[in-house]
């Protein structure tokens, strides 16, 4: 079973930041946190990783809560092609571990 | 290629039949991962290989389901006797062996049991 909990949908204006929650109250010390995104008829996208420092990179930032329970994926401007489904996932960094997907939130960005 | 390109893109069988599906990942990656997923679920874990070994393949639902890679790239996954609920878009990825920017995945192969 998944280890992160997320709301199934949520929508957002274009051109508007669009913050993504996801709760992983179990996280264990080396599982970082990684989100990706599917859009539709495609393959799962790596957006993004960390393990408890923000990071930020061209596609989006990452806010990780101190206690790590939680985290927020920002899209600073969401545009029409962030339509998608975003998946929240733990999961320890190197070697090849296995990524366990749950259903993910469905970002609708509104014209 | 600069992607994971999984053959064909659409296949349609008849239950009972068997098929295979193909996953050419990108060049030089060792790991290479199945997943299976159904309409309005998350990608499910189905096998992964290291090289040309198996492992982990403690997602394939029963053994009707195989998957090779016998050279350490290109990866089959097989299904025998194809039943309807096989129906799915399978998904295959890979990545290097330090998994630093994640999995890169191909479109997947949307198969389905008539």
């Known amino acids: 079973d998944a280890k992160t909990t997320q709301p199934p949908s949520m929508d957002c204006a274009e051109g508007r930041a669009a913050n993504l929650p996801c709760n992983h109250s179990?996280?264990?010390?080396?599982?970082?946190v990684y989100w990706y995104r599917q859009i539709h008829s495609q393959g799962p996208q790596y957006i993004i990783h960390g393990l408890k420092n923000n990071e930020t990179n061209e596609m989006a930032s990452l806010i990780i809560t101190e206690d790590r329970k939680s985290s927020t994926l920002i899209l600073p401007h969401a545009t029409l092609r962030d339509t998608a489904v975003y998946y929240c996932i733990v999961s320890p960094q190197g070697g090849s571990e296995k990524l366990v997907f749950g259903k993910g939130t469905k970002l609708t960005v509104n014209p | 290629g600069a992607g994971v390109s999984q053959t064909p893109s659409n296949k349609v069988t008849e239950k009972g039949k068997y098929v295979e599906l193909r996953c050419d990942p990108i060049s030089g990656h060792t790991a290479l991962y199945w997943y299976r997923q159904s309409l309005g679920q998350g990608p499910e874990f189905l096998i992964y290989?290291?090289?040309?070994?198996?492992?982990?393949d403690s997602g394939l639902p029963n053994d009707r389901f195989f998957a090779v890679r016998p050279e350490g790239s290109v990866s089959t996954l097989k299904i025998q006797r194809t039943e309807r609920g096989d129906s799915a878009v399978y998904l295959c990825a890979s990545s290097l062996d330090y998994r630093g920017n994640g999995y890169t995945f191909g479109s997947g192969t949307r198969l389905t049991v008539v």
């Open positions: 290989f290291q090289g040309t070994g198996a492992a982990d």
């Open positions: 179990t996280i264990s010390g080396n599982e970082y």
